[in-house]
């Protein structure tokens, strides 16, 4: 395991239930890797179930205790059916985190209708479906962490990303709402807002504007994956009891 996949954050979180969508590549699967060593039973979910299946076999080489659930996460019968599966398995959930989401970028004029739908579906509806589902196991249990992975471009806007910056300030305002109703459960809800963070995405984009994004961070420097994967666990922990319906913003001061 490189000094990167290790996570800077020790806390114990021996016997819990986790769940992480789009765990099968990149901040998903390191997210799924965090909870795991410090010690969480982790059922990863993603629509590619090749990707996932190696995504587990590399977690459970290192002494990790996960499944694998294959699941498109816009469909209301099957995320049902995975959370069911899951509690019934391992006995309850107690940590949601909703990652699965997508890009499909382009000018609001030259947008087509697809591409706000499908980014809109899993983004938004995919965040909701998983959250209305493990509610009730967590309910039932009187306590649960639902982190939701949003974007900055939910905050402040992004040009070229109508689709995607309306689905993540959905999913902010989402986050805000569940935490009121379910605080009185003992289940906090927050979200996690990263940045500009290094990844296949962002290598894509060329170091000439890579040299411009990094100008306006006042910390000089994009993100890295462990930055926001260690947020996430954050507020997973019992540091983070009395937390609930906040955005923790993960940007190097980009949204100062």
Not at 29 to 52: E, F, K, P, T, Y
Not at 198 to 218: C, H
Request: glycine residues 10%; aromatic residues 4%; charged residues 20%.
């Amino acid at each position: 395991m490189s000094e990167a996949q290790k996570s800077r954050i020790t806390t114990d979180l021996a016997g819990q239930v986790a769940l992480v969508t789009g765990a099968a590549r990149g901040l998903g699967r390191l997210i799924a890797q965090s909870l795991a060593q410090c010690g969480a039973r982790v059922s990863c979910v993603d629509v590619n179930a090749a990707m996932l299946d190696e995504t587990v076999a590399q977690l459970t080489a290192e002494g990790a205790d996960v499944d694998a659930y294959p699941c498109d996460v816009t469909d209301s019968a099957r995320v049902n059916a995975v959370v069911d599966e899951v509690v019934k398995k391992r006995g309850g959930l107690d940590i949601l985190v909703n990652n699965a989401g997508i890009t499909r970028d382009g000018m609001l004029v030259r947008m087509k209708d697809d591409q706000w739908d499908s980014v809109l579906a899993i983004n938004l509806r995919g965040t909701f479906l998983f959250t209305r589902a493990a509610a009730k196991p967590m309910i039932k249990g009187h306590r649960g962490r639902i982190i939701n992975i949003a974007s900055v471009s939910g905050l402040m806007g992004n040009p070229g990303q109508a689709n995607y910056s309306a689905s993540k300030a959905g999913v902010i305002g989402l986050t805000r709402t569940v935490a009121m109703e379910l605080a009185g459960r003992n289940i906090t809800v927050n979200a996690v807002a990263p940045g500009f963070i290094e990844t296949d995405m962002t290598a894509q984009l060329g170091e000439t504007i890579i040299a411009g994004i990094r100008e306006r961070v006042p910390l000089g420097r994009l993100g890295r994956p462990r930055d926001v994967a260690d947020a996430v666990l954050f507020l997973a922990s019992p540091a983070a009891d009395y937390i609930t319906g906040q955005v923790l913003t993960v940007d190097g001061g980009l949204t100062v």
